[in-house]
Structure formats: structure tokens, C-alpha cells
């Protein structure tokens, strides 16, 4: 039946927090607009003036539709080619979400959504919800269509295996500029010692490329093993030129709220490098080049002021 303006608006009140949840659970603000509007075609056909509650409804509906994407792109990641990881968001993005709370903020840190992806779709879902939206166990119980206290036993699970990460320390912006610059002056200055500095012992880093972007297969452990690459990542040579394209612009900001290191080049992000720093330094570097998954990030860079680069014609 057709929609009235009413119903239309009730829906499009609903859009931010709808995307915020669906791209917590895909880790992919692409599929993530593609669930809220699938949601939104199944709201078109509900015969609304019939659902009592529909914020509830809508979850349900997104929730779910999340759950069988999630199942169907394990079986996808199994083929992928390389290292798989989220698609990040640059400061500022909606679809980043509620960040009131210190859980509202770590739900959807690089580090947190890198650890999700080992969970269940289940106890992804539960997490997502409970930690980052603050359903309670009644209600996400109704959304899954589980018991209380299976939802219950499920977030306890899901919250146990992301305590099991290192942890991470909470950065503003300015502080993860200053962050940002210690390192590029670390990368930069030809030497590993101050990079390994910088770097946890068992310090990794993890890049994705997608298969179209040259990216290694397997990360690099150790802090050694990282520093020693980073110091090549970052030394000039017209061989990386020709790979890229030119030479990009090296931005300071946060994606995901993790310090953030953007290369841009002719106005494109062309990659994004998430710092998970803990109290002992930083422990990993996440390293996103998949065109795919940098289109986002593009558009949103386009549309907001970002300052001056930190490092120009880095390569």
C-alpha cells in the first residue's frame, strides 16, 4: 500500500540510526545503505498503520536482514582476495553514529569492528545493539527472536572475546594529530630504532587491498618486522610513483575515531591507516587501499575541510 508523507518522514527519522547500526554489523557503509534501503522497501509493503512500535519494527527488519548478509559474506571472505577489513569512516561521517558513551565510542573504533568480524552474526548483533544503542536484553531477545537470557549468555560471550584485545586508549583529535606527526617523523626519518620505539613488541600490520591494490597476504609481526617495512612504505621512489600514480598528500585526521593517517592523490583518498594505540604504544596498524572501499571516504573528504598535509609528494 502507498505510503503517506507521514509514514515517509517517520522512516527517514529513523535512516541515521538504521545505517549507523547496519554498518556496525557489515562493516561496510556501502551494504550498509543497501540494508536501510531493503528496510525501507519492506516498510513501503508493511501495512504500517499496523505496527505499534516502529523504530522496533524497522530494527527487526534491518537487524535481520544484516544477519543473513553477514552469513553470506563469511562464505564471500573465504575467497577474498588477502586480508580482509571494514571499510573505515573519516571524522565527521553519520554513519558513524552515537558516540556519547565510551561504548557507544569503542563499538565502531577500527580496532573493535576488526574483532567483530570473528564473532557469530549473533553475537555480532548482540553486541552491536546492547553496546553501541543501548537496547536492552528484553528487546534485542524480540529482535532476534531468542530468550533473554540467551541474549543475556550472547553478549557476555561477544563482549569477552573483544576484552580480549589489547587495551586501547581513548584519543581526541588533537591528540591524534600529535600521535600521527611522532610517527610520520618516524617513518620518514630513514632509521627503524624510532619507529620500534613507537611500537609494541608483538606490534602488526595489516593491509587490504582486495586484490587490486598490491597489498601483502599476510601481516606483518613484530615490531621489527613492521618498523622495517614502514620505513620502506615511506621512502621515496619512482617505482611507488608509478604504482600509485603520483605522489600522494599524507592527511592527519581519525577514521572509525582512531588516529588516522589518509593518503590522497588528484583529490581521491587512495588509502587509510587506522593506529591502534594502547599504553604501551601502538599495537597495530590497519591499513585500507581496496578502491571499493575508499569511495566514502572520497566523497566524504570532498565535501569537508581537512587542512594542510602533514607530508607532501610523500613517494
Known amino acids: 500500500m502507498a505510503l503517506t508523507m507521514t509514514d515517509v518522514d517517520r522512516f527517514e527519522a529513523s535512516r541515521p540510526r538504521l545505517e ?8 561496510s557503509a556501502s551494504e550498509a545503505e543497501d540494508a536501510v534501503q531493503e528496510t525501507f522497501l519492506r516498510w513501503q509493503a508493511a501495512d504500517v498503520d499496523h505496527i505499534e512500535v ?17 552469513t ?28 556519547d558513551t565510551v561504548e557507544q565510542r569503542e563499538s565502531v573504533s577500527y580496532a573493535v569492528m576488526a574483532v567483530l568480524e570473528r564473532l557469530s552474526p549473533n553475537e555480532r548483533a548482540v553486541y552491536v545493539l546492547r553496546e553501541a544503542f543501548a537496547y536492552s536484553h528484553r528487546e534485542i531477545a524480540g529482535i532476534l527472536d531468542i530468550t533473554e537470557a540467551a541474549s543475556q549468555q550472547i553478549h557476555h ?53 582486495g586484490g587490486k591494490v598490491p597489498a601483502r597476504t599476510r601481516p606483518f609481526e613484530g615490531a621489527l618486522a613492521v618498523a622495517t ?17 603520483g605522489s600522494p598528500q599524507i592527511y592527519a585526521t581519525t577514521a572509525n575515531g582512531d588516529p588516522a593517517l589518509v593518503a590522497v592523490l588528484d ?34 573528504w570532498a565535501a569537508t575541510d581537512h587542512g594542510e598535509p602533514l607530508l607532501d609528494a610523500a613517494f
Not at 20 to 27: E, K, P, T, W
Not at 72 to 99: I, N
Not at 161 to 190: C, M, N, P, Q
Not at 269 to 292: F, H, K
Open 72 to 99: 553470506s559474506a563469511r562464505a564471500r571472505r573465504e575467497t577474498y582476495v588477502g586480508q580482509w577489513l571494514p571499510e573505515p569512516l573519516l571524522a565527521g561521517d553519520p554513519m558513524l553514529g552515537p558516540a
Open 157 to 209: 560471550r561477544a563482549k569477552k572475546h573483544v576484552a580480549d584485545g589489547k587495551a586501547r586508549i581513548e584519543i581526541d583529535r588533537a591528540a591524534a594529530r600529535r600521535i600521527i606527526e611522532e610517527f610520520l617523523a618516524a617513518a620518514t626519518s630513514g632509521r627503524t630504532e624510532p619507529l620500534v620505539r613507537l611500537l609494541t613488541q608483538d606490534a602488526v600490520s595489516i593491509g587490504d587491498g
Open 267 to 300: 583529490g581521491r583518498v587512495i588509502g587509510v591507516t587506522c593506529l591502534e594505540v594502547t599504553p604501551e604504544g601502538i599495537a597495530a596498524l590497519r591499513s585500507q587501499a581496496n578502491p571499493d572501499k575508499l569511495e566514502r571516504a572520497t566523497r566524504h
Open 229 to 245: 617495512f614502514m620505513r620502506g612504505l615511506f621512502k621515496p621512489g619512482k617505482a611507488k610513483q608509478a604504482l600509485v600514480g
Open 54 to 70: 516502529p523504530e522496533a519494527w524497522l530494527t527487526k527488519v534491518l537487524t535481520n536482514l544484516c544477519l543473513n548478509q553477514l
Open 20 to 27: 549507523a547500526i547496519a554498518y556496525r554489523l557489515l562493516g
